[in-house]
């Protein structure tokens, strides 16, 4: 993969000496792909189960998918790399100290289809930020659940799950295939610091999962805790981010009036433009469904909102990922 201009990335094969592009890229920066090679090392045709539907991988070739969706059907393979055995399974690059790649979640099995053991929760986000009142909230976003107990959370003042306190008392699942958004407050916090949270899922056969650690900085404010802190007019969040298919954008005015909201595509054309009258200074957040002014459901890609107070103007990104 190799980063270009407006957010792209070229996305190349080894084709036995030589690279070959996949044209159009299937890849974009900033976002999260679940990649699977399915590798045919033999000298007959091999056959592979996915999604109930039967493929085939000709001698010496691999099918590549991305998100689900078969990218590349009999690709031909590159040569392994001196000193390998015909078992390796590699991923290699040249440095960069600009840009950054991660690979993670790796399987390897001689076994199709490759069956993980995972918990039936789906999670698109975890986070912990301060709110208005300057206490420290915990949110995390779930695109499915099924069959899933509940959540605990664990906070530690370092970076070791290990060691961490639980916080919370069990957070029932809604175990749903649509999306959920969950929040918890710490409200037992009292000194300044920085602290690291851990969102624990539990199913109902005891299979349990970490995600985390999620990190918040905290400033006691003297001996009034729990009071307000000075509003600052402008966009607090957006949550989450990347989403599919909504999020909320949480922002604040200084004083009333009347605020204008407009979201552009990475094209520069204007989606969406709402205007709101506040009688009163504050917090106040818009949930966006991801779809435009006709009702029209956005396409994935970067967009741009843009808070406009008077003749002030607040902007930030966020991501659809379908």
């Given at each position: 993969?190799?980063?270009?201009?407006?957010?792209?990335?070229?996305?190349?094969?080894?084709?036995?000496?030589?690279?070959?592009?996949?044209?159009?890229?299937?890849?974009?920066?900033?976002?999260?792909?679940?990649?699977?090679?399915?590798?045919?090392?033999?000298?007959?045709?091999?056959?592979?189960?996915?999604?109930?539907?039967e493929y085939s991988v000709n001698?010496?070739?691999?099918?590549?998918?991305?998100?689900?969706?078969?990218?590349?059907?009999?690709?031909?393979?590159?040569?392994?790399?001196?000193?390998?055995?015909?078992?390796a399974f590699m991923f290699s690059?040249?440095?960069?100290?600009?840009?950054?790649?991660?690979?993670?979640?790796?399987?390897?099995?001689?076994?199709?289809?490759?069956?993980?053991?995972?918990?039936?929760?789906?999670?698109?986000?975890?986070?912990?930020?301060?709110?208005?009142?300057?206490?420290?909230?915990?949110?995390?976003?779930?695109?499915?659940?099924?069959?899933?107990?509940?959540?605990?959370?664990?906070?530690?003042?370092?970076?070791?799950?290990?060691?961490?306190?639980?916080?919370?008392?069990?957070?029932?699942?809604?175990?749903?295939?649509?999306?959920?958004?969950?929040?918890?407050?710490?409200?037992?916090?009292?000194?300044?610091?920085?602290?690291?949270?851990?969102?624990?899922?539990?199913?109902?056969?005891?299979?349990?999962?970490?995600?985390?650690?999620?990190?918040?900085?905290?400033?006691?404010?003297?001996?009034?805790?729990?009071?307000?802190?000075?509003?600052?007019?402008?966009?607090?969040?957006?949550?989450?981010?990347?989403?599919?298919?909504?999020?909320?954008?949480?922002?604040?005015?200084?004083?009333?009036?009347?605020?204008?909201?407009?979201?552009?595509?990475?094209?520069?054309?204007?989606?969406?433009?709402?205007?709101?009258?506040?009688?009163?200074?504050?917090?106040?957040?818009?949930?966006?469904?991801?779809?435009?002014?006709?009702?029209?459901?956005?396409?994935?890609?970067?967009?741009?909102?843009?808070?406009?107070?008077?003749?002030?103007?607040?902007?930030?990104?966020?991501?659809?990922?379908?």
């Amino acid at each position: 993969w190799v980063f270009q201009e407006k957010q792209n990335l070229i996305t190349s094969y080894l084709n036995g000496e030589s690279w070959t592009t996949i044209s159009p890229s299937p890849m974009k920066q900033s976002n999260i792909y679940e990649i699977e090679l399915y590798g045919n090392n033999s000298n007959s045709i091999a056959t592979y189960s996915k999604n109930t539907t039967e493929y085939s991988v000709n001698p010496q070739t691999f099918d590549f998918w991305i998100n689900g969706q078969l990218i590349g059907d009999d690709f031909s393979k590159g040569p392994l790399l001196t000193n390998t055995s015909i078992n390796a399974f590699m991923f290699s690059g040249t440095g960069n100290d600009s840009a950054n790649c991660f690979v993670d979640n790796l399987l390897y099995s001689n076994v199709l289809p490759i069956e993980e053991d995972t918990l039936p929760v789906e999670l698109s986000n975890f986070r912990a930020e301060l709110d208005y009142q300057n206490r420290i909230k915990l949110m995390w976003v779930t695109q499915s659940e099924v069959n899933l107990l509940g959540y605990y959370i664990y906070r530690n003042n370092e970076d070791d799950v290990t060691t961490a306190e639980l916080i919370s008392p069990i957070i029932t699942a809604s175990n749903t295939t649509s999306t959920q958004l969950y929040v918890f407050t710490d409200t037992s916090v009292n000194e300044a610091g920085d602290y690291h949270y851990w969102l624990q899922c539990i199913d109902y056969k005891g299979n349990e999962k970490f995600f985390g650690p999620s990190i918040c900085h905290y400033e006691f404010p003297g001996t009034n805790s729990g009071s307000e802190i000075p509003l600052r007019e402008g966009i607090r969040s957006i949550f989450p981010n990347p989403f599919n298919p909504c999020t909320t954008i949480n922002y604040e005015m200084e004083s009333a009036g009347s605020m204008e909201l407009a979201i552009y595509n990475i094209k520069g054309q204007k989606v969406l433009g709402k205007t709101f009258e506040h009688s009163e200074k504050g917090n106040y957040k818009f949930l966006w469904d991801g779809c435009d002014e006709k009702g029209n459901v956005c396409s994935s890609g970067i967009y741009t909102v843009i808070m406009r107070c008077g003749e002030r103007n607040y902007i930030r990104k966020m991501t659809i990922l379908q």
